[in-house]
Nanobody, 125 residues
Framework: VQLQASGGGLVQVGGSLRLSCAAS????????VGWFRQAPGKEREFVAT???????YYADSVKGRFTISRDNAKNTAYLQMNSLNSEDTAVYYC????????????????????WGQGTLVTVSS
């Protein structure tokens, strides 16, 4: 399994971006896909996950602003980010794991066994 994240860039406060995570070499529809982010000097933190059942999970900090989705026909997951603020500035990583995920584990990086390279999101004021 390989993951390729894209879509990062520079955006003003209040703006929007859509990140993409393209998968190859796997039965994508059977995988859960998550997004994590890491700001300078901080630990990697959970953002959102979508299970193979299309169940979604979000960090409290992004609920109501971010939406995770997937298109199994395109082997791609998306993270639509709206109402961005400076605290959203980070490198965003997508990750995947085969099979089921649970609310108790979706937020833990160790749950996922495949990671893409990061894509930088910078929110400027």
């Amino acid at each position: 399994v390989q993951l390729q994240a894209s879509g990062g860039g520079l955006v003003q406060v209040g703006g929007s971006l859509r990140l993409s995570c393209a998968a190859s070499g796997c039965s994508f529809r059977s995988y859960a896909v998550g997004w994590f982010r890491q700001a300078p000097g901080k630990e990697r933190e959970f953002v959102a996950t979508i299970s193979w059942r299309i169940q979604t999970y979000y960090a409290d900090s992004v609920k109501g602003r971010f939406t995770i989705s997937r298109d199994n026909a395109k082997n791609t997951a998306y993270l639509q980010m709206n109402s961005l603020n400076s605290e959203d500035t980070a490198v965003y990583y997508c990750a995947a794991v085969y099979g089921e995920v649970y609310s108790s584990s979706v937020g833990k990086p160790v749950t996922y066994d495949t990671w893409g390279q990061g894509t930088l999101v910078t929110v400027s004021s």
